[in-house]
């Protein structure tokens, strides 16, 4: 039977059943930000991001579903917003429901291609990511952006196309407004 699992829809948090927490700090997060120099001056054990994961099944098993919720803290470096390192899923052809709970947001997706593009996140806004999607999300508020996430057991992170090759763009604060800058 399933735990009592319970979302406490002001913060999003997930309680009543053993979770996978992950945390995400700046040292964590080198080679992600455009500006090295700027990543290099804010505090290494600062954190960035913070992720709750119900895991009702083993991680790769066929048929199952994940819920998570992923806390985003306010923060800059230099113009680019606090985010999550992003991701394909390892299995292409899964994809996965992002849900708001709290703060100001983007999602950015990028097709296999490289096409680009994002959503504003606000409370109550849900998001398809399609399969053969990298997503990663950055918190354009000042307050902790938090927004619940399910996926299929068998989707997998792959983590090593970002890391090594990024997003062909990249949300950055333009004059006050989050803007999609194309990577040089
Ligand atoms: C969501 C889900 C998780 C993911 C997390 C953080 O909660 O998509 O699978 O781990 O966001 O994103 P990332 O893994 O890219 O750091
Ligand atoms: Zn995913």
Redesign the pocket.
């Known amino acids: 039977m399933t735990p009592q699992l319970t979302v406490d829809f002001l913060t999003g948090a997930i309680s009543g059943a053993p979770l996978q927490e ?1 945390l ?1 700090t700046v040292a964590d997060m080198k080679g992600y930000f455009r500006d090295e120099v700027a990543w290099q001056s804010l505090d290494s054990q600062r954190v960035v ?1 913070r ?1 709750q ?1 119900f895991l009702p099944v083993r991680e790769g098993e066929e048929g199952g579903l994940f819920l ?3 806390f985003i803290e306010p923060g800059m470096v230099a113009d680019e917003y606090f985010m ?4 394909f899923h390892r299995n292409r052809n899964r994809s ?1 429901f992002y849900i708001t709970i709290t703060g100001r947001g983007a999602l950015i997706l990028m097709d296999e291609g490289r096409r680009t593009v994002f959503e504003p996140m606000e409370p109550g806004s849900v998001h398809y990511v399609p399969f053969n999607t990298a ?3 950055a918190n354009t508020g000042d307050s902790v952006l938090s927004f619940l ?1 399910c ?1 299929p057991s068998d989707a997998g ?1 792959d983590y090593g196309t970002i890391a090594s090759k990024g997003f062909s763009a990249r949300i950055r604060k333009i004059n006050g407004v989050a803007t999609l800058v194309e990577e040089p």
């Open positions: 992950t995400r991001y992720v994961a998570g919720n992923t999550t390192k992003g991701h996965e997503h990663r999300v996430a996926w992170h």
